[in-house]
């Protein structure tokens, strides 16, 4: 059995505006839910089955902030194959859909804008769209993010 190789680490020059990256798949149980949510979150919709369908949610959601860790290791895994990693410099989070016990979510990453550095030239700054969607095709998160992308290194 071979290795799947690594993807390709890109830096600020390999990139274009329009350029997209998918990332592979994760699978929620009821079990995370609440997992993550008592420690992070612990709110009934997100804790007690029972107490979250007389909620605003009508069942058992996902925390906002669970289906943003579980982008980011989607991202961290392939999603986003930046050089030097994802360093985020600021962005904007919106939850218009419940992630729900049983979602398969992926992430579907678009550069919307790239701007190199003037004073930093081993770096810019690059705004990724990142809709995180179940399989429905409900899109369950998206962020516009302003991460750090560095520059291929001078020889």
Request: aromatic share 8%; no cysteine; glycine share 8%.
């Amino acid at each position: 059995m071979s290795e799947m190789p690594a993807p390709a680490r890109l830096f600020l020059d390999d990139l274009h505006i329009g350029q997209t990256f998918i990332s592979g798949t994760h699978a929620i149980d009821e079990a995370q839910i609440k997992t993550f949510a008592v420690q992070f979150d612990p709110q009934p919709f997100h804790t007690d089955t029972e107490a979250a369908a007389e909620t605003f949610f009508r069942g058992l959601a996902a925390s906002g902030w669970h289906t943003a860790a579980i982008t980011m290791r989607l991202n961290v895994e392939g999603g986003l194959p930046f050089a030097g990693g994802i360093i985020g410099a600021g962005g904007e989070i919106n939850w218009p859909y419940p992630t729900r016990v049983g979602d398969i979510l992926h992430v579907e990453n678009e550069v919307v804008e790239i701007t190199p550095s003037r004073s930093r030239p081993d770096r810019g700054i690059v705004t990724v769209v990142s809709r995180t969607l179940n399989q429905r095709a409900d899109v369950v998160q998206t962020l516009k993010a302003k991460l750090v992308v560095l520059r291929r290194p001078m020889k």
